[in-house]
Protein backbone atom coordinates (compact mmCIF):
# COMPACT_ATOMS: atom_id res chain seq x y z
CA UNK A 1 0.00 0.00 0.00
CA UNK A 2 1.54 3.51 -0.64
CA UNK A 3 1.81 6.34 1.46
CA UNK A 4 0.31 9.54 0.03
CA UNK A 5 0.69 12.83 2.11
CA UNK A 6 -2.64 13.81 2.22
CA UNK A 7 -2.58 17.61 2.51
CA UNK A 8 -0.37 17.73 -1.06
CA UNK A 9 0.11 21.17 -1.90
CA UNK A 10 -1.49 22.58 1.22
CA UNK A 11 0.05 25.47 2.93
CA UNK A 12 -1.10 26.07 6.34
CA UNK A 13 -0.87 29.44 8.53
CA UNK A 14 -0.27 29.11 12.05
CA UNK A 15 -1.14 31.60 14.41
CA UNK A 16 -0.76 30.21 17.80
CA UNK A 17 -3.84 30.46 19.95
CA UNK A 18 -3.50 27.66 22.53
CA UNK A 19 -3.04 24.12 20.13
CA UNK A 20 -5.26 25.97 17.38
CA UNK A 21 -4.26 27.28 13.45
CA UNK A 22 -6.26 29.06 12.07
CA UNK A 23 -5.90 29.29 8.22
CA UNK A 24 -5.71 26.46 5.41
CA UNK A 25 -5.03 27.38 2.03
CA UNK A 26 -4.70 24.50 -0.56
CA UNK A 27 -3.34 24.03 -4.31
CA UNK A 28 -5.60 22.80 -6.89
CA UNK A 29 -5.98 18.83 -6.43
CA UNK A 30 -5.85 18.42 -10.22
CA UNK A 31 -7.92 16.71 -13.07
CA UNK A 32 -10.23 13.37 -12.31
CA UNK A 33 -7.57 11.36 -13.73
CA UNK A 34 -4.97 13.10 -11.36
CA UNK A 35 -7.06 12.56 -8.37
CA UNK A 36 -7.71 9.09 -9.40
CA UNK A 37 -4.58 7.72 -9.71
CA UNK A 38 -2.89 9.21 -7.06
CA UNK A 39 -5.89 7.99 -4.36
CA UNK A 40 -5.94 4.85 -2.41
CA UNK A 41 -9.80 4.97 -2.07
CA UNK A 42 -12.41 6.11 -4.57
CA UNK A 43 -16.40 5.90 -3.85
CA UNK A 44 -19.34 7.20 -3.42
CA UNK A 45 -21.18 6.79 -0.36
CA UNK A 46 -23.94 7.84 2.23
CA UNK A 47 -22.45 9.48 5.64
CA UNK A 48 -24.21 7.13 8.86
CA UNK A 49 -22.39 8.06 11.51
CA UNK A 50 -19.23 10.04 12.73
CA UNK A 51 -16.89 9.72 15.77
CA UNK A 52 -13.96 10.95 17.40
CA UNK A 53 -10.25 9.11 16.29
CA UNK A 54 -9.34 6.51 19.03
CA UNK A 55 -6.82 7.78 22.09
CA UNK A 56 -3.40 7.14 20.01
CA UNK A 57 -0.29 5.13 21.15
CA UNK A 58 2.05 7.02 23.37
CA UNK A 59 4.66 7.90 20.78
CA UNK A 60 2.52 9.40 18.40
CA UNK A 61 0.66 12.34 21.04
CA UNK A 62 3.14 14.22 20.30
CA UNK A 63 2.72 14.65 16.70
CA UNK A 64 -0.53 17.20 15.86
CA UNK A 65 -3.33 14.74 14.17
CA UNK A 66 -4.40 16.16 11.32
CA UNK A 67 -7.33 13.78 11.25
CA UNK A 68 -9.15 13.07 14.35
CA UNK A 69 -12.75 12.45 12.94
CA UNK A 70 -14.14 9.01 12.09
CA UNK A 71 -16.49 9.32 9.34
CA UNK A 72 -18.81 6.12 8.49
CA UNK A 73 -19.60 5.40 5.07
CA UNK A 74 -22.40 3.20 3.46
CA UNK A 75 -20.48 2.67 0.06
CA UNK A 76 -22.95 2.86 -3.13
CA UNK A 77 -20.15 2.39 -5.67
CA UNK A 78 -16.75 1.76 -5.27
CA UNK A 79 -14.28 2.82 -7.78
CA UNK A 80 -10.72 1.53 -6.08
CA UNK A 81 -9.78 0.64 -3.25
CA UNK A 82 -12.69 -0.49 -1.15
CA UNK A 83 -14.26 -3.60 -0.24
CA UNK A 84 -18.05 -4.39 1.13
CA UNK A 85 -20.46 -2.07 1.75
CA UNK A 86 -19.08 0.18 4.64
CA UNK A 87 -15.64 1.95 5.04
CA UNK A 88 -14.69 4.52 7.41
CA UNK A 89 -12.82 7.52 6.35
CA UNK A 90 -11.17 10.45 8.45
CA UNK A 91 -10.46 14.21 8.22
CA UNK A 92 -9.92 17.15 10.46
CA UNK A 93 -12.87 19.36 12.40
CA UNK A 94 -12.17 22.34 9.08
CA UNK A 95 -10.56 25.45 9.25
CA UNK A 96 -7.29 25.39 9.78
CA UNK A 97 -6.60 21.85 9.98
CA UNK A 98 -8.28 21.41 6.40
CA UNK A 99 -10.98 18.94 7.46
CA UNK A 100 -14.12 18.23 5.00
CA UNK A 101 -17.39 19.13 7.11
CA UNK A 102 -19.22 16.11 5.91
CA UNK A 103 -22.64 15.73 7.35
CA UNK A 104 -24.70 12.97 8.42
CA UNK A 105 -27.19 12.24 5.36
CA UNK A 106 -25.48 13.76 3.02
CA UNK A 107 -24.12 11.81 -0.22
CA UNK A 108 -20.38 11.94 -0.98
CA UNK A 109 -18.21 11.09 -3.78
CA UNK A 110 -14.96 10.73 -2.05
CA UNK A 111 -11.10 10.48 -2.74
CA UNK A 112 -8.77 9.32 -0.05
CA UNK A 113 -5.53 9.12 0.53
CA UNK A 114 -2.96 6.64 3.03
CA UNK A 115 -2.08 7.81 6.38
CA UNK A 116 -0.29 5.55 8.11
CA UNK A 117 -3.05 3.05 9.12
CA UNK A 118 -6.51 4.76 8.00
CA UNK A 119 -7.80 6.55 4.99
CA UNK A 120 -8.05 10.37 5.05
CA UNK A 121 -9.65 13.13 2.92
CA UNK A 122 -9.47 16.65 3.19
CA UNK A 123 -11.17 20.20 1.26
CA UNK A 124 -7.78 19.71 -0.61
CA UNK A 125 -9.04 16.60 -2.68
CA UNK A 126 -11.98 16.38 -5.26
CA UNK A 127 -14.19 14.92 -2.25
CA UNK A 128 -17.05 16.79 -2.87
CA UNK A 129 -21.05 16.44 -2.70
CA UNK A 130 -22.19 13.78 -5.39
CA UNK A 131 -24.84 16.45 -7.02
CA UNK A 132 -21.21 18.17 -7.64
CA UNK A 133 -19.43 15.54 -9.12
CA UNK A 134 -20.44 15.58 -12.84
CA UNK A 135 -17.10 15.95 -14.27
CA UNK A 136 -15.91 13.30 -11.84
CA UNK A 137 -18.47 10.75 -12.63
CA UNK A 138 -17.92 11.22 -16.32
CA UNK A 139 -14.24 10.26 -16.16
CA UNK A 140 -14.80 7.30 -13.76
CA UNK A 141 -17.72 6.07 -15.83
CA UNK A 142 -14.78 5.44 -18.56
CA UNK A 143 -12.60 3.28 -16.49
CA UNK A 144 -15.19 -0.03 -17.30
CA UNK A 145 -14.19 0.27 -20.96
CA UNK A 146 -10.57 1.41 -20.48
CA UNK A 147 -7.50 -0.33 -21.66
CA UNK A 148 -5.20 -1.01 -19.24
CA UNK A 149 -2.24 1.57 -18.04
CA UNK A 150 -1.52 4.61 -16.87
CA UNK A 151 -0.61 8.23 -18.49
CA UNK A 152 2.48 10.06 -16.84
CA UNK A 153 2.34 13.97 -19.04
CA UNK A 154 3.59 17.55 -17.94
CA UNK A 155 5.55 20.61 -18.76
CA UNK A 156 9.04 22.35 -18.69
CA UNK A 157 8.50 25.75 -18.80
CA UNK A 158 10.66 29.05 -18.36
CA UNK A 159 9.44 32.54 -17.29
CA UNK A 160 12.14 34.58 -19.72
CA UNK A 161 12.79 31.69 -22.25
CA UNK A 162 10.24 29.94 -25.40
CA UNK A 163 9.78 26.80 -24.74
CA UNK A 164 10.76 25.70 -27.95
CA UNK A 165 14.36 27.12 -27.66
CA UNK A 166 13.91 24.39 -24.47
CA UNK A 167 12.36 21.39 -26.12
CA UNK A 168 15.31 19.78 -28.10
CA UNK A 169 17.96 20.50 -25.12
CA UNK A 170 15.60 19.12 -22.59
CA UNK A 171 15.25 15.41 -21.52
CA UNK A 172 12.65 13.81 -19.79
CA UNK A 173 12.98 9.97 -17.88
CA UNK A 174 10.49 8.02 -16.84
CA UNK A 175 11.80 5.20 -15.19
CA UNK A 176 9.79 2.20 -13.39
CA UNK A 177 10.36 -1.09 -11.92
CA UNK A 178 10.32 -3.17 -15.00
CA UNK A 179 10.31 -0.07 -18.05
CA UNK A 180 11.91 3.08 -18.64
CA UNK A 181 11.03 5.93 -21.11
CA UNK A 182 12.54 8.60 -22.54
CA UNK A 183 11.33 11.40 -23.99
CA UNK A 184 11.26 14.87 -25.32
CA UNK A 185 9.36 17.90 -24.82
CA UNK A 186 7.10 19.65 -27.63
CA UNK A 187 7.28 22.97 -28.86
CA UNK A 188 5.11 24.30 -25.74
CA UNK A 189 6.97 21.93 -23.21
CA UNK A 190 4.70 19.81 -23.01
CA UNK A 191 5.13 15.52 -23.01
CA UNK A 192 3.42 12.87 -22.73
CA UNK A 193 3.55 8.91 -22.21
CA UNK A 194 0.29 6.49 -22.50
CA UNK A 195 0.07 2.84 -21.83
CA UNK A 196 2.06 2.22 -19.03
CA UNK A 197 2.14 -0.01 -15.79
CA UNK A 198 0.40 0.76 -13.20
CA UNK A 199 2.83 1.25 -9.86
CA UNK A 200 5.99 3.40 -8.99
CA UNK A 201 8.11 5.99 -11.15
CA UNK A 202 10.74 8.06 -10.76
CA UNK A 203 10.37 11.24 -13.18
CA UNK A 204 13.32 13.35 -14.19
CA UNK A 205 14.39 16.02 -15.66
CA UNK A 206 17.74 16.49 -17.63
CA UNK A 207 18.45 19.63 -18.47
CA UNK A 208 21.49 21.89 -20.40
CA UNK A 209 23.89 23.19 -17.50
CA UNK A 210 22.70 26.48 -18.78
CA UNK A 211 19.83 26.23 -16.22
CA UNK A 212 18.26 24.57 -13.06
CA UNK A 213 15.12 23.69 -11.61
CA UNK A 214 14.01 22.95 -8.16
CA UNK A 215 13.31 19.08 -7.59
CA UNK A 216 14.35 17.54 -10.89
CA UNK A 217 13.80 14.00 -9.96
CA UNK A 218 10.30 13.47 -8.87
CA UNK A 219 8.61 10.15 -7.43
CA UNK A 220 4.81 9.10 -8.67
CA UNK A 221 2.64 5.98 -7.95
CA UNK A 222 -0.52 5.69 -10.08
CA UNK A 223 -3.39 3.47 -10.24
CA UNK A 224 -4.37 1.70 -13.17
CA UNK A 225 -6.54 3.65 -15.67
CA UNK A 226 -5.06 6.82 -13.67
CA UNK A 227 -2.74 9.63 -14.42
CA UNK A 228 0.10 11.36 -12.63
CA UNK A 229 0.76 15.37 -13.96
CA UNK A 230 4.65 16.41 -13.30
CA UNK A 231 5.33 20.29 -14.07
CA UNK A 232 9.04 21.83 -13.75
CA UNK A 233 9.67 25.91 -13.94
CA UNK A 234 13.24 26.27 -15.00
CA UNK A 235 14.96 29.17 -13.98
CA UNK A 236 18.57 30.70 -14.97
CA UNK A 237 21.31 28.98 -13.70
CA UNK A 238 23.71 31.64 -13.31
CA UNK A 239 26.81 30.79 -10.75
CA UNK A 240 28.97 33.10 -9.36
CA UNK A 241 32.05 31.77 -7.43
CA UNK A 242 35.12 33.43 -5.52
CA UNK A 243 36.98 33.69 -1.95
CA UNK A 244 37.07 35.99 0.94
CA UNK A 245 40.15 36.84 2.33
CA UNK A 246 41.90 39.29 4.65
CA UNK A 247 43.87 42.06 3.56
CA UNK A 248 47.26 39.50 4.06
CA UNK A 249 45.48 36.88 1.85
CA UNK A 250 44.54 34.59 4.55
CA UNK A 251 41.07 33.05 4.00
CA UNK A 252 38.32 33.88 6.15
CA UNK A 253 36.06 30.96 7.01
CA UNK A 254 32.19 30.72 7.40
CA UNK A 255 31.70 34.45 7.19
CA UNK A 256 27.96 35.00 5.77
CA UNK A 257 28.26 36.31 2.37
CA UNK A 258 24.88 37.35 -0.20
CA UNK A 259 24.25 38.74 -3.73
CA UNK A 260 21.99 42.16 -3.43
CA UNK A 261 19.96 43.94 -5.94
CA UNK A 262 21.76 47.25 -6.49
CA UNK A 263 18.75 49.00 -7.71
CA UNK A 264 16.42 47.81 -4.62
CA UNK A 265 15.33 51.00 -2.19
CA UNK A 266 15.75 47.62 0.80
CA UNK A 267 19.29 46.54 1.63
CA UNK A 268 18.12 43.82 3.32
CA UNK A 269 16.76 41.99 0.19
CA UNK A 270 19.33 38.94 -0.58
CA UNK A 271 18.95 37.22 -3.88
CA UNK A 272 21.18 34.41 -2.69
CA UNK A 273 22.90 33.65 0.78
CA UNK A 274 25.75 31.53 1.74
CA UNK A 275 28.38 31.28 4.01
CA UNK A 276 32.30 30.27 3.18
CA UNK A 277 33.84 27.12 3.81
CA UNK A 278 36.89 26.45 5.26
CA UNK A 279 39.43 27.53 2.54
CA UNK A 280 37.33 30.98 2.17
CA UNK A 281 35.43 29.66 -1.21
CA UNK A 282 31.99 30.91 -1.74
CA UNK A 283 29.37 29.51 -4.64
CA UNK A 284 26.21 30.70 -5.81
CA UNK A 285 23.95 28.28 -8.52
CA UNK A 286 20.75 29.13 -9.99
CA UNK A 287 21.32 33.14 -10.17
CA UNK A 288 18.69 34.69 -12.40
CA UNK A 289 20.07 36.92 -15.01
CA UNK A 290 20.59 40.28 -13.74
CA UNK A 291 23.17 42.46 -11.91
CA UNK A 292 24.18 42.56 -8.40
CA UNK A 293 26.17 43.74 -5.78
CA UNK A 294 28.42 41.12 -3.30
CA UNK A 295 27.72 41.56 0.41
CA UNK A 296 30.05 40.09 2.95
CA UNK A 297 29.07 39.72 6.31
CA UNK A 298 25.77 42.35 6.37
CA UNK A 299 24.24 39.74 8.83
CA UNK A 300 20.70 40.78 9.90
CA UNK A 301 20.42 38.24 12.29
CA UNK A 302 24.36 37.98 14.41
CA UNK A 303 25.09 35.39 16.63
CA UNK A 304 26.46 36.91 19.60
CA UNK A 305 29.21 34.45 19.44
CA UNK A 306 29.92 34.19 16.05
CA UNK A 307 33.88 34.91 15.35
CA UNK A 308 33.17 36.45 11.93
CA UNK A 309 31.39 39.39 13.32
CA UNK A 310 34.56 40.50 14.12
CA UNK A 311 35.35 41.42 10.31
CA UNK A 312 33.55 44.66 9.43
CA UNK A 313 30.99 44.47 6.32
CA UNK A 314 32.38 45.20 3.07
CA UNK A 315 31.43 45.07 -0.25
CA UNK A 316 33.15 43.36 -3.61
CA UNK A 317 36.27 44.45 -4.43
CA UNK A 318 36.94 45.43 -0.76
CA UNK A 319 35.31 48.34 0.17
CA UNK A 320 32.93 49.17 3.17
CA UNK A 321 31.27 51.81 1.34
CA UNK A 322 27.92 50.63 -0.78
CA UNK A 323 28.31 53.66 -3.09
CA UNK A 324 32.21 52.43 -4.01
CA UNK A 325 30.56 48.43 -4.05
CA UNK A 326 31.64 47.67 -8.22
CA UNK A 327 28.76 46.05 -9.65
CA UNK A 328 28.84 42.37 -11.16
CA UNK A 329 26.41 41.37 -14.25
CA UNK A 330 25.52 37.95 -14.75
CA UNK A 331 23.59 36.70 -18.29
CA UNK A 332 21.96 34.52 -18.82
CA UNK A 333 23.28 30.65 -17.54
CA UNK A 334 26.47 32.42 -16.74
CA UNK A 335 29.43 31.32 -14.71
CA UNK A 336 31.43 34.12 -12.94
CA UNK A 337 34.51 32.57 -11.21
CA UNK A 338 37.61 33.38 -9.05
CA UNK A 339 36.10 36.60 -7.51
CA UNK A 340 38.50 37.60 -4.89
CA UNK A 341 37.04 40.23 -2.15
CA UNK A 342 39.43 41.38 0.67
CA UNK A 343 37.45 42.22 3.85
CA UNK A 344 38.96 44.75 6.41
CA UNK A 345 41.03 43.53 9.02
CA UNK A 346 39.49 41.62 11.72
CA UNK A 347 38.78 43.41 14.95
CA UNK A 348 40.40 42.12 18.53
CA UNK A 349 38.73 39.60 20.48
CA UNK A 350 37.00 40.67 23.53
CA UNK A 351 35.47 37.63 25.84
CA UNK A 352 33.08 39.17 28.41
CA UNK A 353 32.54 36.75 31.63
CA UNK A 354 29.24 37.31 32.93
CA UNK A 355 26.90 35.61 35.85
CA UNK A 356 23.38 36.04 36.46
CA UNK A 357 22.18 36.31 40.39
CA UNK A 358 19.45 36.64 42.60
CA UNK A 359 19.11 39.78 44.65
CA UNK A 360 20.96 38.52 47.98
CA UNK A 361 23.91 37.55 45.66
CA UNK A 362 23.12 33.47 45.32
CA UNK A 363 23.56 32.24 41.62
CA UNK A 364 20.69 31.88 39.12
CA UNK A 365 21.19 28.28 37.96
CA UNK A 366 21.42 27.88 34.58
CA UNK A 367 19.87 30.79 33.69
CA UNK A 368 18.45 31.45 30.52
CA UNK A 369 19.31 34.74 28.52
CA UNK A 370 18.36 37.03 25.57
CA UNK A 371 21.28 38.33 23.79
CA UNK A 372 20.79 40.74 21.01
CA UNK A 373 23.99 42.10 19.19
CA UNK A 374 23.25 45.81 18.12
CA UNK A 375 26.30 46.75 16.91
CA UNK A 376 24.73 47.52 13.62
CA UNK A 377 21.36 48.47 14.64
CA UNK A 378 18.23 48.29 17.49
CA UNK A 379 16.67 45.39 15.32
CA UNK A 380 18.60 42.63 15.54
CA UNK A 381 17.09 39.35 16.54
CA UNK A 382 17.67 38.05 19.98
CA UNK A 383 19.48 34.61 20.34
CA UNK A 384 19.00 32.60 23.22
CA UNK A 385 21.99 30.82 25.64
CA UNK A 386 21.89 29.39 29.30
CA UNK A 387 24.10 29.93 32.53
CA UNK A 388 25.93 27.18 33.74
CA UNK A 389 24.57 25.63 37.56
CA UNK A 390 26.50 28.45 38.71
CA UNK A 391 25.04 31.24 36.79
CA UNK A 392 28.56 31.68 34.63
CA UNK A 393 28.07 31.80 31.11
CA UNK A 394 30.57 33.55 28.50
CA UNK A 395 30.30 35.40 25.37
CA UNK A 396 33.17 35.48 23.08
CA UNK A 397 33.17 38.85 20.84
CA UNK A 398 35.10 41.60 19.85
CA UNK A 399 35.79 44.92 20.98
CA UNK A 400 33.57 47.57 19.73
CA UNK A 401 30.67 44.93 19.90
CA UNK A 402 27.41 46.31 21.31
CA UNK A 403 24.84 43.90 23.09
CA UNK A 404 21.71 44.00 25.36
CA UNK A 405 21.39 41.09 27.54
CA UNK A 406 18.15 39.95 29.55
CA UNK A 407 18.53 37.24 31.92
CA UNK A 408 15.31 35.17 33.42
CA UNK A 409 15.28 32.43 36.03
CA UNK A 410 13.89 28.50 35.27
CA UNK A 411 11.77 28.93 37.65
CA UNK A 412 8.04 27.17 36.59
CA UNK A 413 5.40 29.72 36.27
CA UNK A 414 2.64 29.39 39.30
CA UNK A 415 -0.96 31.35 38.16
CA UNK A 416 -2.06 33.92 40.47
CA UNK A 417 -5.70 35.23 39.48
CA UNK A 418 -7.01 36.01 36.27
CA UNK A 419 -4.28 37.70 34.42
CA UNK A 420 -0.62 37.40 34.24
CA UNK A 421 1.58 38.14 37.38
CA UNK A 422 5.05 38.31 37.24
CA UNK A 423 7.46 36.38 39.56
CA UNK A 424 10.61 38.02 39.16
CA UNK A 425 12.16 41.36 37.87
CA UNK A 426 15.20 41.99 35.83
CA UNK A 427 16.00 44.47 33.28
CA UNK A 428 17.55 44.56 30.27
CA UNK A 429 21.14 45.20 30.68
CA UNK A 430 23.39 47.06 27.49
CA UNK A 431 27.42 46.96 27.38
CA UNK A 432 29.74 47.60 24.73
CA UNK A 433 32.77 45.39 24.82
CA UNK A 434 35.91 47.69 25.43
CA UNK A 435 38.86 45.53 26.30
CA UNK A 436 39.83 41.99 25.98
CA UNK A 437 38.23 41.11 28.71
CA UNK A 438 35.18 42.21 30.08
CA UNK A 439 32.91 41.05 33.12
CA UNK A 440 29.09 41.45 33.76
CA UNK A 441 26.65 40.82 36.59
CA UNK A 442 23.24 40.61 36.09
CA UNK A 443 20.47 40.76 38.71
CA UNK A 444 17.12 39.06 39.19
CA UNK A 445 15.05 40.28 41.64
CA UNK A 446 11.99 37.64 42.92
CA UNK A 447 8.82 39.28 43.45
CA UNK A 448 7.26 36.11 44.73
Known amino acids: MR ?37 EAVFAGTVVSARENERRKQADRD ?84 APGVTIYGTVTHRDVESDALSSDVLITIQGDSERKEIRPDAKGRFRVSGLRAGKYKVSVQLPETFTTWEPQRDVTVSDHGCAAVQWYVTDNGRVAGRIVTPEGEPVARILV ?32 GRYIIAVNHNRFPQPNDPTNAYPPAF ?28 PSKRPASILKGSVVWADGSPVANAGLRVSDVTRGESSVPHGLNADEQGHFTINGYTGQKLVIEATSNRPYVPKGNGFEPMERTEKVRITLERPAETLRIVITKIR
Do not use: M
Open 3 to 39: SVIVLLGVVITLALAGNKVNACTCAGPGTPCESFGSA
Open 63 to 146: EIDWAPRGIKFSVEQAYVGVVGTEVEIFTGYGGGDCGYPFKIGQRYLVYAYRAKDKLVTSICTRTKFFTNATEDLAFLGTLPTA
Open 258 to 289: SLLDPDSTSKQDNEKLERTDDQGRFAFSAVPR
Open 316 to 343: YPGVVDQAQAQTITVGAGEKLSDLEIRV
